[in-house]
């Protein structure tokens, strides 16, 4: 079946948490309409852009785009961005039932509100490894005060102007900020109704179905429930071996389905709340919504103080919730036992002309100005540098513990070149930032693919030891996962998709300064590209 979406992308000012502030809507909403489908069906998303001066592109997270690499929409990797005015007709096939998500990918578009969720139902007569009474969809997300123009200038200056810690945390769209620290000119109204909090409300004796997903720009997050517990049940669209837990740790670009059951005393509402992790932040207060006992009134508050969540700085309770996370017994996709090639990524922090940047083996990222699938497919020369990157960083004499000696890095636009239908293996190594005793955690989320995830490591990956100890029994399948700080994760996938995919950080200032890469399998296998998606760089005089 088709289903068809038509959607005007405009500026609007909203005050999701009580500020207002210019947010990027989808038919007047942020987050943007929800796209609910059934496995093997075709969306078709006509998109008309009304932002007055700026480009757009929207990537379809968790799709593979089998046979469609052109309408992944990742602007300079696989299409033209889309400019003000035009229409541009997204058209894929939702080939997996799962918890998907869309959101922009042009610049740092994304911090403006611009997402929203993908809901794929099992095809008719299938079945899931478990049941529920009801389905919802929550986006986390953290939010910002300032525009993504602000930001980006602010990452691209000398000095380097970083963007902070986020104002609030938003659940489903909806926080609150406390307007008694804002002055004029500022507008911020604690009555309005967009920064109501959000509500879910359940019937006693049911169980929810809860698609809790992350689009932080910059956040890890942990989410829980008070006086509840969740079961998880899906990771990235994929089944889990079903685990308990009292609070998910979820990073940005991740979506997990916990069930939940109504078995709580019904006279009154709880707590759910998000609060930040892995990061020393004292500045931005938990994000907070209604778990409403119906017929309890919805905007109850409950009694008690919001529970805290855990230690920002405890790595342990991450890394274990990473590693409990395994294909359900009845749906694992034995990975291959062995690999053609391995690439390391070394994630580090850099310096670059003054600038501060993000690379991977010291190389950190730009974009080309001519999309790389159109290049490659059109044989347009001259559009990247053609050398391939590393495949590795000195690991002799890298200290992944201390700030490098030399902190100083290059940029490329070179990318990995994978033969194609092999097993690729990668390991995310991490490191110390530019600040002492300082290592972030990082999302990193591929395009195109599922990989699995063979292993979570601490310290320096070795690669005589770690990989014995991969899991290559029920590995979980994902499209992101985290590498913790001082850690490494193992991941391995097949090359078996004919295009160009990105494969980044999914930290929103993070990708910007560069942390990322991009691969090409099979782009000889493209079919023939929509002129649609070309009109820029090299590519503009073939756009016939
Ligand atoms: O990219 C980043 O820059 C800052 C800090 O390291 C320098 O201000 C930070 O916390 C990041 O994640």
Known sequence: RIRR?????????????????MVITINGQSPGPTILAEEGDTVIVELTNSLLTENVAIHWHGIRQIGTPWFDGTEGVTQCPILPGDTFTYEYKVDRPGTYLYHAHYGMQREAGLYGSIRVSVARGKTEPFSYDHDRSIILSDWYHNTTYEQALGLSSIPFDWVGEPQSLLIQGKGRYNCSLVSSPYVCNETSPQCSPYVLTVVQGKTYRLRVSSLTSLSALSFQIEGHNMTVVEADGHFVEPFVIKNLFIYSGETYSVLVKADQDPSRNYWVTTSVVSRNNTVTPPGLAIFNYYPNHPKKS???????????????????QSRAIKAHHDYIVPPPHTSDRVIVFLNTQNKINGHVRWSVNNVSFNFPHTPYLIALKENITGAFDPTPPPNGYDFVNYDIYNVANNTNATSSNSIYRLQFNTTVDIILQNANTMKKNDSETHPWHLHGHNFWVLGYGEGK???????????????????TAPVHPYGWTALRFRSDNPGTWAFHCHIEAHFY???GVVFEEGVERVGKLPSSIMGCGKAKGLSR
């Open 5 to 21: 979406y038509r959607w005007e992308v405009k500026y609007e000012y909203k005050s999701p948490d009580c500020f207002q502030k």
């Open 461 to 479: 990956f070795d690669n005589f030891s770690d990989p014995i100890k991969y899991n290559l029994i029920d590995p979980i399948m994902k499209n």
């Open 513 to 515: 300064l560069g942390m």
């Open 302 to 320: 409950p009694p008690t103080v919001p529970p805290a969540g855990p230690l920002w700085n405890d790595v342990k309770p991450r890394l274990n």
